[in-house]
């Protein structure tokens, strides 16, 4: 007891001390960000840049003109600029935003955001010799040429700046293969036993061997990037040849905590970036449960040769689930069968590329020849993440609740009874897992009970319509949290997105909503198609359609009328908005809803005829004091009116007026924003609510 006692002493003592340095520092850093002259100042890159829709990011060091530095930020640019490039600007510097995004930032070191509006001069920077080495071997594997390069440059040289923005990503991604990509402790594994059997060729001492390892391995953490989890996979790589260069016995969990204390000591910060999170959480459960999950499969009556690896897999998932589902929002049903099969590829891929690029890189005319094998590695396990990706339902969403704990307590409650399973206790237990999983799926994409939901996603709007196995989404929200409140929902696919307007709380989330589940067509306006904004146009968008007034969607046993507008729109404005009357009766249960979208009082005055008596009114425009009054409320009767909006919007939605209206009209009302998700089912003699809290 004394001697955890001292270790956790010794542990918080470090942890708060490096927190408190660390705070202190970015405070400080933060405070001189806020007073430069962005033109006064040397932008210095570190690292490779980071392409995606919304431009290209770079980690810089800001430094005066004296060369002093002041600390770093985020830079915006319209070119990428590669590691070390050193930049003279004109921009704006701003504080960054209030966000996950920002936050993550913000302990990444990065202290404030820059954005360039002109580059005035740029130029190289010296860099050493492995980083020249490593530009060397960029400029050879060329990874802009093909899915298959950027692969290569990734696993080899730790770039995923061209990968990033393949299709191929999408698919690791999916497939929960990601991590064959990024360096890490495999990777470094590999390395070391590659070295290890060269230095035995040579003859190299023992302690020789070991001191040529500790170099090499930490030229070629440098040479990768240097991520927190490579350098974790470092120290504790040191860590093991420090144990058996003393002659002692090498202690996988200690060399993990040890890696993590220093790595807390030098900057709390790395507590919070998930790839660290990742490669200690999956590092700890292989070193727990990898022996015994192995044991188990193959007591199972599984070769070795494929329980092994396959135990790897499923200890690395099942650590990082309660991680990943929170940030990702999904779960990749396929990874255990992916990782077993392109597990093998992409290691063989890593080994072949450490001795192919670094020689084309010197023998530059035949560097297609020697690359040509590394080429047909990283083509087989691109077409192979793709494929598996392409099985139905490969990931699916994922919504984090007080379930994503499970997997920890299920490994305390494994840990502490060690069980020496039969065969057929084993048996039942993989199957139990699989099972259910399948019951859930079949349950929500063939079994769904007819409802209408409307998701709480901030100040926007999301409806989501289904029964058994047809679903579709009455507008997308404005941002990721419309893919979260489907994953929550257990929505697996959609038969159509409608987008009744084109206002950003309408549309935003559309193409968080496309990455999310599969979506067969989207749906607008008569009209509206042509002004469609560029950003969704940019897209790899389903099919577009165009409804008119009258037009119908099926939804199961729901009829889903368009009754407004009238005539053909541009989208653009809330007059604009398409108003469906939802209808429903089949086995005694009816229900008539309305989804007013944005439209209002001087809009639903010309449609509310065409309504009739409801049951329940989705009021239009978030609940605006325009959204209806108490003449259209004694004409359409409804039992129940519904708003959705954000907590503190700016605008005050739900108002005042319109809370007082519904209720002096005898209705209930309910908000988003004090219960969340509120759903309404058909139900005999009436329908039924609930909601989400």
Known sequence: MRRWARWLGIGVVLGAASATLGTMWRASAHERMENIVASACIFEVEGD???????????????????????????????????????????????????????????????????????????????????????????????DASQARALVAGIVCGRTTELDQASASEAFARTGTSHL??????????????????????????????????????SYVILTGGSASAVRSLIMVWLTL????????????????????????RDAGVVLDVGFQLSAVSVLFIQLFYRYLSYLLVRLGMPRPIAEPLSLTLCAQWGTLPITI??????????????????????????????????????????????APADVLASISVFGAQAFAGFPYASIAMAASPATALPYLAACVVYAAWLDASRWQVAVVCAAIPGALTMHLVRWTLFAPASVTVLD?????????????????????????????????????????????????????????????????????????DAMPEELAALDMPEVVELSEGDELSVGGFACTMVWPEGPVEGSENEDSVALAVSYDSGGCALDMLLAGDTEIAQEERYAGRV??????????????????????????????????????????????????????????????????????????????????
């Not at 600029?81 to 996950?100: F, H, I, K, M, N």
């Not at 036993?193 to 060729?201: D, E, G, P, R, Y």
């Not at 420090?242 to 000591?265: D, F, K, P, Y």
């Open 242 to 265: 420090v144990a058996s260069w003393g002659e002692r016995r090498g202690h996988g969990i200690s060399a993990l905590a040890l890696t993590t204390m220093a790595l807390v000591a």
């Open 612 to 693: 009739g008596d409801i049951d329940v009114l989705k009021l239009g425009h978030h609940g605006s004091a325009a959204s209806i009054d108490a003449a259209l409320m004694a004409q359409m009767r409804p039992e129940l009116a519904i708003a959705s909006a954000g907590e503190g919007n700016s605008y005050g939605h739900p108002t005042k007026e319109c809370i007082d209206t519904v209720e002096a009209s005898g209705a209930r009302f309910l908000c988003t924003i004090d219960v969340g998700d509120v759903t309404v089912r058909p139900a005999r003699g009436g329908f039924s609510v609930s909601t989400e809290r």
């Open 326 to 371: 929170p940030i990702f929002g999904t779960c990749s049903i396929v990874a255990p069968l992916a990782n077993l099969v392109l597990g093998p590829v992409m290691s063989a891929l890593l080994v072949v590329g450490l001795v192919s690029v670094p020689l084309a890189a010197i023998v530059g005319p035949l560097a297609d020849v020697l690359l």
């Open 49 to 143: 840049p980071s392409i995606s829709s919304y431009g290209v990011q770079h980690t810089a060091r800001v430094m005066s003109a004296d060369g002093a530095v002041l600390g770093r930020v985020r830079l915006d640019a319209d070119s990428a600029y590669e590691d070390g490039t050193r930049l003279r600007l004109v921009g704006r510097v701003s504080s960054l935003p209030d966000s996950a995004w920002g936050r993550s930032r913000y302990m990444a070191g990065e202290v404030a955001r820059v954005s360039a509006v002109r580059i005035i001069d740029s130029e190289p920077h010296a860099i050493g010799p492995i980083e020249a080495l490593r530009a060397r071997m960029l400029d050879v594997i060329q990874p």
């Open 457 to 529: 996603v901030g100040q926007a709007d999301a409806i989501l319509v289904r029964e058994g196995s047809a679903a579709i989404l009455v507008d997308a929200g404005v941002d990721s949290e419309v893919a979260d409140a489907l994953a929550r929902n257990s929505v697996f696919q959609l038969d159509a997105v409608v987008i009744t307007h084109w206002d950003l709380d309408h549309y935003g989330g559309l193409e968080d909503v496309l990455a999310s589940v599969s979506v067969s067509r989207v749906v607008v306006a008569e009209g509206a198609l």
């Open 181 to 218: 990509v990024a360096v890490s402790g495999s990777h470094l594994a590999l390395v070391t036993s590659l070295a290890q059997v060269f230095l035995a060729f040579v003859g190299a001492r023992l302690r020789t061997r070991y001191l040529l390892l500790v170099l090499l391995m930490s």
